[in-house]
């Protein structure tokens, strides 16, 4: 399976600089700010992009765990509240994630799609990574 990339380019110090961050792919190009992402100024943040990656990832697993036990679904549509909040020990962390889901699925019941849906959450491959991967740096100071 390919690996994916992303960067991220930050000039200036961090509340008065910008960024500007892109996927390999061209699917996304934006720009972000300290404003963006602690305040409510236009462009995007590292939260709205983990909130998307985490949504559309929980609703390809819930709609293949459906497909695969027999119950293709229509549509299934995610929405992921990411809550970033200052922590006195920690500074900025994200502190909740939570995912509201709706699966329009023929001959299902609610209470067999919530037993999918269970599954889907601790199966998405976001959510595994959300719960802690193995993160690696490599880093050159430029003059």
Do not use: Y
């Amino acid at each position: 399976m390919p690996t994916r990339k992303a960067n991220a380019k930050w000039e200036g110090d961090l509340q008065s600089g910008n960024g500007h961050m892109a996927v390999e792919s061209g699917a996304f190009s934006g720009a972000f700010s300290f404003h963006s992402r602690f305040e409510d100024g236009e462009a995007t943040n590292p939260e709205e992009l983990i909130g998307a990656a985490h949504a559309g990832c929980f609703s390809m697993a819930l709609s293949n765990l459906l497909a695969e036990a027999g119950h293709t679904p229509d549509r299934v549509e995610t929405t992921a509240d990411v809550t970033l909040e200052m922590l006195e020990d920690g500074g900025p962390t994200i502190t909740k994630i939570h995912l509201t889901t709706e699966g329009s699925v023929p001959g299902l019941d609610e209470a067999a799609f919530q037993d999918f849906v269970d599954k889907a959450k601790v199966g998405c491959p976001v959510s595994k990574a959300l719960a802690g991967p193995d993160i690696t740096v490599d880093a050159t100071l430029t003059s």
